[in-house]
């Protein structure tokens, strides 16, 4: 199985400010037939199921604010927030389907104000 | 709207069975691959199985946790996805969502049930 592993585990930052979450594959997503990296992420809040936010590690999902964004190749990858907003406190994974054997997702992190 | 539904959750015996259906609508439910995620209490998602459209033969593949014991099945003509849980255990013990894969992505999952929580316990 493809194991990702997500940093940090939990994060505080202030409200405006910029929030930066990493993850990273044990093995490349990448697929070289059409350049495209298989990974995903998702925002959770307490109570509710996972929100698509960004597929193919960059494109982002559909009113899914712009704030938002995706990036990185292969083995690592970033999910950034450029201005924290109080309703962005939630769980982010990052998760893979480069392998149709076994979909996997990161531990999560925590996503806190500061 | 489109939405999808769990239901058939409870508490049950570890060694004994469950289904979980998963009840679709808003969309033509026969064209997108289907999928299960659990989250155990406090715990992160694991990706469980899914089942691909007839279009690209209905096969299934699950996670090697639940292979033997978890089948995933479709009703198109009902819009209904199920996951038949046997042999149960308490590690089993989570909620459990259906997701829509979304489509041409292969494994991303943009529509998701609001879950159905099942209790592993004697």
């Known amino acids: 199985d493809i194991v990702m592993t997500q940093s940090p585990d939990s994060l505080a930052v202030s409200l405006g400010e910029r929030a930066t979450i990493n993850c990273k594959s044990s093995?490349?997503?990448?697929?070289?037939?059409?350049?495209?990296?298989?990974l995903a992420w998702y925002q959770q809040k307490p109570g509710q199921p996972p929100k698509l936010l960004i597929y193919w590690a960059s494109t982002r999902e559909s009113g899914v604010p712009d704030r938002f964004s995706g990036s990185g190749s292969g083995t690592d990858f970033t999910l950034t927030i450029s201005s924290l907003q109080a309703e962005d406190v939630a769980v982010y994974y990052c998760?893979?389907?480069?392998?149709?054997?076994?979909?996997?997702f990161g531990q999560g992190t925590k996503l806190e104000i500061k | 709207e489109v939405q999808l539904v769990e239901s058939g959750g409870g508490l049950v015996q570890p060694g004994r069975s469950l289904r979980l259906s998963c009840t679709a609508s808003?969309?033509?439910?026969?064209?997108?691959?289907m999928s299960w995620v659990r989250q155990a209490p406090g715990k992160g998602l694991e990706w469980v199985g899914f089942?691909?459209?007839?279009?690209?033969?209905?096969?299934?593949e699950y996670a090697a946790s639940v292979q033997g014991r978890f089948t995933i099945s479709r009703d198109d003509s009902k819009s209904i996805a199920y996951l038949q849980m046997d042999s149960l255990k308490t590690e089993d013990t989570a909620v459990y969502y259906c997701?829509?894969?979304?489509?041409?992505?292969?494994?991303?999952?943009?529509?998701w049930g609001q879950g159905t929580m099942v209790t592993v316990s004697s």
């Open positions: 998760q893979q389907y480069y392998s149709t054997l076994s979909y996997t």
């Open positions: 089942i691909r459209s007839k279009a690209y033969g209905g096969t299934t």
């Open positions: 997701a829509r894969v979304k489509q041409g992505t292969q494994g991303a999952f943009d529509i």
């Open positions: 093995q490349s997503v990448l697929y070289s037939s059409n350049n495209k990296n298989y």
């Open positions: 808003g969309f033509t439910f026969g064209d997108y691959a």
